[in-house]
């Protein structure tokens, strides 16, 4: 099974500024990472697939970048319907699909 | 593309439970669904997934055993069931839409269903 881990947990940003969020895989799975949003009491949200291509309808704010083990979400200037929380999930070797724990994107 | 989960439900320890997903808006035979599971404050555990089409079913070794997936194509429903709740059980359950191959993502998910094991 493909371990994915997320760093950090909790990520302070103000609005308007940058956010980095990273993905790191246990082994290589190409390009083959999403990106999901969740925001309290509600479903996931795909925001990205393929490690870089947005979703249909996610602004062009959100872009992600990386592959083999190494991935990135960058949200180029916060908005205050961003700070929510954040997962990557990879599709390389599956079952099982795999999560990682997730970044809090919280206000500053 | 929607998809509907049946009501939050409360269960104890041993009993069994069966909640659904129905879906409505696209050709719900030829797309796979599958289920994640999200306790308490924690994140997204993938659990499996069905083709409605033919049955065909995969499960995570982590779930296989515990829970199984079913489909009724006849009112175009998925199910998730479990025969004997553990309190470890307690979550919320989402059906997604979901492919099986090429980009395996879950692109449109259900409301989700709170369950919850207790004594």
């Known amino acids: 099974e493909i371990v994915m881990t997320q760093s950090p947990a909790t990520l302070s940003v103000s609005p308007g500024e940058r956010a980095t969020l990273s993905c790191r895989a246990s082994?290589?799975?190409?390009?083959?990472l999403a990106w999901y949003q969740q925001k309290p009491g509600q479903a996931p949200r795909l925001l990205i697939y393929?490690?870089?291509v947005r979703a249909t309808g996610i602004p062009a704010r959100f872009s992600g970048s990386g592959s083999g083990t190494e991935f990135t979400l960058t949200i180029s200037s916060l908005q205050s319907e961003d700070f929510a929380v954040y997962y990557c999930?990879?599709?390389?070797?599956?079952?099982?699909?795999?999560f990682g724990g997730g970044t809090k994107v919280e206000i500053k | 593309v929607q998809l509907l989960q049946s009501g939050a439900e409360v269960k104890k320890p041993g009993e069994s439970l069966k909640i659904s997903c129905q879906g409505s808006?696209?050709?719900?035979?030829?797309?796979?669904i599958g289920w994640v599971r999200q306790m308490p404050g924690k994140g997204l555990e993938w659990l499996g997934v069905?083709?409605?089409?033919?049955?065909?079913?995969r499960y995570s070794p982590s779930f296989q055993g515990h829970v199984s997936i079913s489909v009724d194509k006849s009112i175009s429903t998925a199910y998730l069931q479990w025969n004997s709740l553990k309190a470890s059980d307690t979550a919320i359950y989402y059906c997604?839409?979901?492919?099986?191959?090429?980009?395996?993502?879950?692109?449109?998910w259900g409301q989700g269903t709170l369950v919850t094991v207790s004594s």
């Open positions: 997604a839409t979901q492919e099986a191959s090429g980009v395996i993502t879950l692109d449109f």
């Open positions: 808006g696209y050709d719900f035979l030829n797309y796979w």
């Open positions: 069905i083709y409605p089409g033919d049955s065909d079913t």
């Open positions: 082994q290589s799975v190409s390009s083959n």
């Open positions: 393929g490690a870089s």
């Open positions: 999930q990879q599709y390389s070797n599956w079952p099982p699909l795999t």
